[in-house]
């Protein structure tokens, strides 16, 4: 039987249009069943295809972390999006990664913390990713995390 393999630059590809494909079904107001399980499918397959990259960072798994932690909150699955914002928060300590990357690591807790209806925690990371996005040092990443911060879902916290 014959494998089936895919060049380095194949992934790289693949990649980037997983990533293309999960944001233009989180941009949408809303999903159908298959539509969400096509989201969790296209971020899972991007960050399978970015770790089989020639441009393979471990930022690119932290990034595919925070994206696989957005889309589990976005389809109310709680506990994965809590995993999946851990390993993201874990890589963003590991990297010591700051501005931009911490501030949407702490996002990624607030909202999976929020979505567990956890919200003393969910506050306490809220504050935590505000401090971050505020500290982001230039003005078109901190003008996006910031509006990015104030998009829902956040489960009715209040902060």
């Given at each position: 039987m014959d494998t089936f393999s895919l060049s380095p630059e194949a992934h790289h590809?693949?990649?980037i249009e997983m990533n293309q494909q999960c944001w233009r079904l989180l941009d949408q107001p809303q999903r159908s069943a298959k539509e969400g399980r096509r989201l969790e499918l296209f971020a899972l397959a991007s960050l399978h295809h970015w770790k089989h990259s020639p441009h393979y960072q471990p930022l690119n798994a932290q990034r595919g972390h925070w994206l696989l932690a957005r889309v589990y909150t976005v389809l109310e699955r709680g506990q994965d999006a809590l995993e999946q914002a851990k390993a993201c928060f874990s890589l963003t300590e590991e990297l010591d990664l700051d501005g931009f990357d911490r501030a949407y690591a702490c996002e990624a807790m607030a909202r999976a913390q929020?979505?567990?209806?956890?919200?003393?925690?969910?506050?306490t990371w809220h504050a935590r990713a505000l401090e971050a996005g505020?500290?982001?040092s230039g003005e078109q990443d901190r003008s996006l995390f910031l509006?990015?911060?104030a998009v829902e879902p956040w489960f009715s916290l209040s902060v």
């Open positions: 590809n693949l990649g929020a979505s567990l209806g956890s919200m003393d925690e969910a506050k505020e500290a982001i509006a990015d911060l």
